[in-house]
């Protein structure tokens, strides 16, 4: 059974950094694809950044500048550094992985992040 456990998220004062991270276990496929996503509330669920095995990577236009994201192949990790945190970044940030296969799918059961003084 695949088990997806994040952590990192907390609460941030504008202008920091936060570290989030997503291991995965219980995977028999090959991982293709890492995401990490985010809903805050009264919004919908939107895409930040994905990774593929590739090393090939993916940001949304509004934390291109600010935000990372990495993967460690041998751990089933997939790490989002976010830099420059702004207020409108507050939601919960949800990992998902991805198998070549659309049944191949499974998300983490979210992290809280705060950005406020």
């Known amino acids: 059974q695949v088990h997806l456990v994040e952590s990192g998220g907390g609460l941030v004062q504008p202008g920091g950094s936060l570290r989030l991270s997503c291991q995965a276990s219980?995977?028999?496929?090959t991982i293709w694809r890492m995401e990490w996503y985010r809903k805050a509330p009264g919004k919908e669920r939107e895409l930040v950044a994905d990774i593929n095995d590739d090393g090939f990577t993916n940001l949304q236009y509004s934390v291109k500048d600010r935000f990372n994201i990495s993967r460690d192949n041998a751990k089933n990790t997939v790490i989002l550094q976010m830099n420059s945190l702004k207020p409108e970044d507050t939601a919960v940030y949800y990992c998902?992985?991805?198998?070549?296969?659309?049944?191949?799918?499974?998300w983490g059961q979210g992290t809280q992040v705060t950005v406020s003084s």
């Open positions: 219980g995977t028999t496929f």
């Open positions: 998902r992985v991805r198998g070549y296969y659309p049944s191949q799918s499974y």
